[in-house]
T-cell receptor, first 114, second 112 residues
Framework: DGGITQSPKYLFRKEGQNVTLSCEQN?????MYWYRQDPGQGLRLIYY???????QKGDIAEGYSVSREKKESFPLTVTSAQKNPTAFYLC?????????????FGPGTRLLVL | QKEVEQNSGPLSVPEGAIASLNCTYS??????FFWYRQYSGKSPELIMF????GDKEDGRFTAQLNKASQYVSLLIRDSQPSDSATYLC????????????FGQGTTLQVKP
């Protein structure tokens, strides 16, 4: 089955620790996205990538980093500089990065701070 | 800051009624509009997209777009308790990047 997988489902971070969230897709999509969702809020864009080896900051990139070394993978690292990381993190992909392309979401990772 | 606005609700309708969900957007350059449904604790799933002014129907769902008024709506006919969820409206940005701007979502409760 084609789809988007995210792991882990739950992640606990200690103070000062960097953690990495995994996102993999086998849809052969060029574009991938990372969003953050806080309770009762919409989705806010962290980073996006329209093609391998290239990515751009979204609206709330501070304290996060990404890489796009393979078409299928777009991992997100939450660094210790992100002071309020507790949220639901969603990875999405679309066939291309154009404005008329539908984005499909993975199941999400819930990050909690210990 | 480009925005998409939704009434957070909750919107409560009886089973079998029509639910009407509304969304306004500020970027006149937005070309495409998407409605996602999100159950509690789950990720968003696409319901419909619309690009052109007018109505687009898919089963019990109808999306309506009025670019002059910068207004998008989603109608759900014959609402079912399983439709109870948060509905997210998203608009494409005016750049050619695929970025979406999401509203905060409207919570719909369908009462049996």
């Amino acid at each position: 089955d084609g789809g988007i997988t995210q792991s882990p489902k739950y992640l606990f971070r200690k103070e000062g620790q960097n953690v990495t969230l995994s996102c993999e897709q086998n849809l052969n999509h060029d574009a991938m996205y990372w969003y953050r969702q806080d309770p009762g809020q919409g989705l806010r864009l962290i980073y996006y990538s329209q093609i391998v080896n290239d990515f751009q900051k979204g609206d709330i990139a501070e304290g996060y980093s990404v890489s796009r070394e393979k078409k299928e993978s777009f991992p997100l690292t939450v660094t210790s500089a992100q002071k309020n990381p507790t949220a639901f993190y969603l990875c999405a992909s679309s066939r291309r990065g154009g404005p008329d392309e539908t984005q499909y979401f993975g199941p999400g990772t819930r990050l909690l701070v210990l | 800051q480009k925005e998409v606005e939704q009434n957070s609700g909750p919107l409560s309708v009886p089973e079998g009624a029509i639910a009407s969900l509304n969304c306004t957007y500020s970027d006149r350059g937005s070309q495409s509009f998407f409605w996602y449904r999100q159950y509690s604790g789950k990720s968003p799933e696409l319901i419909m997209f619309i690009y052109s002014n007018g109505d687009k129907e898919d089963g019990r769902f109808t999306a309506q777009l009025n670019k002059a008024s910068q207004y998008v709506s989603l109608l759900i006919r014959d609402s079912q308790p399983s439709d109870s969820a948060t509905y997210l409206c998203a608009a494409s940005g005016s750049s050619n990047t695929g970025k979406l701007i999401f509203g905060q979502g409207t919570t719909l409760q369908v009462k049996p």
